[in-house]
């Protein structure tokens, strides 16, 4: 039974994947789909309505939603890896936000705005590019430098400006179109802004401390926890790719145009790429899930653990896109036709790849 639903997810999300790349955003259908599975959600403790579950599960739901659409994949991870800040929210506030059946949360990690403490709170002015989701998010996440009234920075105890967190709701920003990029389209990651908007100071919030929820898992480091889920979305517009690959090599050299040798020698180069794939993925899995067990059992992990986490991840990424790159030429013109869904999700792979925490390896 538990099958034949996950392949009716999958058909279904592989169905309108063409059309919400036209779309430029996750077409109604599948953000349907998300609400009925609580994607948006999945961090989220059920206190709040939320799916409530761990990392562990998340990353191989994450994989799955890649493989099957890297728009869909690529969302709901920054969109529910954004929902993660549920545990260190205002109770009060995270009940009222979580009550919406369609939440979701949209934002960028990038320090984009300044916020002056006034009588009410905070004057927020900033502008955050990269949201993805943007077109659909009721809440959007932005970090901002605190200053004084005459605009200088405030500063913490090591003469560092202090940087918070804030909580947006959709009317109070204004999106900015300017996702234009060759791939992952359907993401919708634009820009947003404020400008004068004065927040509640109970729209604040610190990850990694005041956890405000009896429930583990929101003290797993913030950056492992970011290199974690991108990874796994490269590894499953990969795995995609390269089913798609072995496809179209087959329809072409059926046509008679190879000889044995070149035929034996790109299963070689294909057979190379699995296994490489498939080699970083299960030494992926062992470092996170010993990274897991860890923080669960001792509340604390070692910090050459960690280490581990985030060279593994960043070398599965590389790897994906490096697969990616080899097996290309073997796909005929089919690849390079931009309708065509081989060629989507290899575009799907590089824009992935660009993100400023998969750049490099070391």
Sequence with gaps: MENTSTQTWQGKVQAFAAPSEEMGKLHPEILELAYQEN????????????????????????????????????TITLCAGAAWFAGFLNPKLASEIFADREVCFAGSGAVGGTAVKTNNGYLINGHWKYASG??????????????????????????????????LKRDEVEILAGWSYFGLIATGSHAFEVKDLVVPTNRTFTINSNIEVADEGFDYPFLQLAETTLAVNS????????????????????????????????????????????????????????????????????????????????????????????????????????????????????????????????
């Design 39 to 74: 994607w948006f959600k999945l961090f989220v403790p059920k206190i709040y309505g939320g799916a409530g579950k761990k990392l562990p599960e998340i990353l191989r739901l994450e994989e799955e939603l890649a493989e099957a659409d890297g728009s869909l994949g690529w």
């Design 134 to 167: 943007a077109l659909h998010a009721t809440i959007f996440t932005a970090n901002c430098v605190l200053k004084n009234p005459d605009e200088s920075d405030v500063l913490d105890e090591k003469g560092n400006p202090v940087i918070k967190s804030f909580i």
């Design 235 to 362: 590894l499953g517009m990969a795995k995609h790719f390269i089913a798609l690959v072995e496809e179209a090599f087959k329809s072409r050299s059926g046509l008679k145009r190879y000889n044995e040798q070149q035929i034996l020698f790109f299963q070689s180069e294909l057979r190379k790429c699995k296994e490489e794939i498939a080699d970083l993925r299960s030494r992926f899995y062992n470092a996170f899930d010993q990274s897991w067990d860890q923080l669960i059992t001792s509340g604390k992990i070692e910090e050459n653990l960690l280490s581990e986490v985030s060279l593994i991840s960043r070398k599965l990424a590389h790897a994906c896109r490096r697969a990616s790159d080899t097996l290309f030429p073997y796909c005929g013109l089919e690849a390079a036709k931009k309708e065509s869904v081989i060629n989507r999700v290899w575009r799907d792979i590089h824009t992935a790849s660009q993100h400023a925490l998969l750049t490099f390896i070391d």
